[in-house]
T-cell receptor, first 110, second 111 residues
Framework: NAGVTQNPKFQVLKTGQSMTLQCAQD?????MYWYRQDPGMGLRLIYY???????DKGEVPNGYNVSRLNKREFSLRLESAAPSQTSVYFC?????????FGPGTRLLVL | GEDVEQSLFLSVREGDSSVINCTYT??????LYWYKQEPGAGLQLLTY?????DMKQDQRLTVLLNKKDKHLSLRIADTQTGDSAIYFC???????????FGKGTSLLVTP
C-alpha cells in the first residue's frame, strides 16, 4: 500500500497562475483533508471531505477550491495564485479519527 | 478551534529521556495524537491515546494524559539522534472531523 500520495512534490508559480494539487489514498478511507503548513503556524485546515460527494471549509479556505473526485482522490485548486499561498500543502485521509498524511507539496508563488 | 499549546524547542543529549509537553483546552477531545515530522517529510503518526486512558506505552514512547489539567506529554526513552524532528500534538474533538494541531516542538538530540 502506498498510503497517501501527492503530486507534484514541488512547484513554482507566478502570481495569478492556476494549478491543481493532486492527492490519492489507497486505504479506502472515507474522509480526506487538505492542510497548509507555514513556519510558526503549525498545520491549518483548508478544506475537508467527510465522505465521497461532500466537501466543507476549514479554517483558511479563501483562495482555494476542492474536488472530491471519487473515494480515492481529493484535489486542491488554486485559481489565481498569490504569494501568500507559498506554503507546504499536506493531504491526509482518515477513518475513525486517526489521520494519515502524504509527503507534501512544496509551493512557491513568485 | 481552541488552541493546543506546545513549547517550541527542546534539546537533549543522546541517551537521555525527552519529555515533550502539550496542553489543550477542549474538554470534549476524544483522541489525542502525537505526530513526528522529519525535515522535508510529511507527518508520521507516532501514537495516540483515547481520552478515557491516562497512560499508554509503546516501546520507547510513553504518553501520559491528565484530563483534569488538560495536559498531554510524550516521553521518549533513550533518545537517539534519529529522534531529532518536530513533534506535533493534536486533538480530535468529538463533534468534529478534523484534528486541531499545536504548532510543534522541535527536538534536537546532540551526541
Amino acid at each position: 500500500n502506498a498510503g497517501v500520495t501527492q503530486n507534484p512534490k514541488f512547484q513554482v508559480l507566478k502570481t495569478g497562475q492556476s494549478m491543481t494539487l493532486q492527492c490519492a489514498q489507497d486505504m479506502n478511507h472515507n474522509s480526506m483533508y487538505w492542510y497548509r503548513q507555514d513556519p510558526g503556524m503549525g498545520l491549518r485546515l483548508i478544506y475537508y471531505s467527510a465522505s465521497e460527494g461532500t466537501t466543507d471549509k476549514g479554517e483558511v479556505p479563501n483562495g482555494y477550491n476542492v474536488s472530491r473526485l471519487n473515494k480515492r482522490e481529493f484535489s486542491l485548486r488554486l485559481e489565481s495564485a498569490a504569494p501568500s499561498q507559498t506554503s507546504v500543502y499536506f493531504c491526509a485521509s482518515s477513518e475513525r479519527g486517526t489521520q494519515y498524511f502524504g509527503p507534501g507539496t512544496r509551493l512557491l508563488v513568485l | 478551534g481552541e488552541d493546543v499549546e506546545q513549547s517550541l524547542f527542546l534539546s537533549v543529549r543522546e541517551g537521555d529521556s525527552s519529555v515533550i509537553n502539550c496542553t489543550y483546552t477542549d474538554s470534549s477531545s476524544t483522541y489525542l495524537y502525537w505526530y513526528k515530522q522529519e525535515p522535508g517529510a510529511g507527518l508520521q503518526l507516532l501514537t495516540y491515546i483515547f481520552s478515557n486512558m491516562d497512560m499508554k506505552q509503546d516501546q520507547r514512547l510513553t504518553v501520559l494524559l491528565n484530563k483534569k489539567d488538560k495536559h498531554l506529554s510524550l516521553r521518549i526513552a533513550d533518545t537517539q539522534t534519529g529522534d531529532s524532528a518536530i513533534y506535533f500534538c493534536a486533538e480530535k474533538i468529538d463533534s468534529g472531523y478534523a484534528l486541531n494541531f499545536g504548532k510543534g516542538t522541535s527536538l534536537l538530540v546532540t551526541p
